[in-house]
């Protein structure tokens, strides 16, 4: 079964950092475009950073210069490392990845979530 597992959010003070990372896992034959994005209460998943098999990125414009996404492709894992964080930061994150499996029939693309982890950024 294939599964996206993501790990190291928390509570941390206004300024302070964080580094989430999601490790995909199961019968996988190769992981196209990578992700992460972000629920706050009462609003829609939105999306925050995202990166392609070859290691272009892009950048949600309320993170640009403060969050990195990077990937170790031979980990099959992604990260964000999140530097000056905001109150408004704070939301559920959740990690998205375009994978190629192996099903019976031979392979097949799906798009998988985790199943989030959640940033507290007190003020």
């Known amino acids: 079964q294939v599964q996206l597992v993501e790990s190291g959010g928390g509570l941390v003070q206004a300024g302070g950092s964080l580094r989430l990372s999601c490790v995909a896992s199961?019968?996988?034959?190769?992981?196209?475009?990578m992700g992460w994005y972000r629920q706050a209460p009462g609003k829609q998943r939105e999306v925050v950073a995202t990166i392609t098999s070859s290691g272009s990125t892009n950048y949600a414009d309320s993170v640009k210069g403060r969050f990195t996404i990077s990937r170790d492709n031979a980990k099959n894992t992604v990260y964000l490392q999140m530097n000056s964080l905001k109150p408004e930061d704070t939301a559920v994150y959740y990690c998205?990845?375009?994978?190629?499996?192996?099903?019976?029939?031979?392979?097949?693309?799906?798009?998988?979530w985790g199943q989030g982890t959640q940033v507290t950024v007190s003020s």
């Open positions: 998205n990845a375009a994978l190629v499996v192996k099903i019976v029939t031979g392979l097949g693309n799906y798009i998988y």
């Open positions: 199961g019968s996988i034959f190769s992981i196209n475009d």
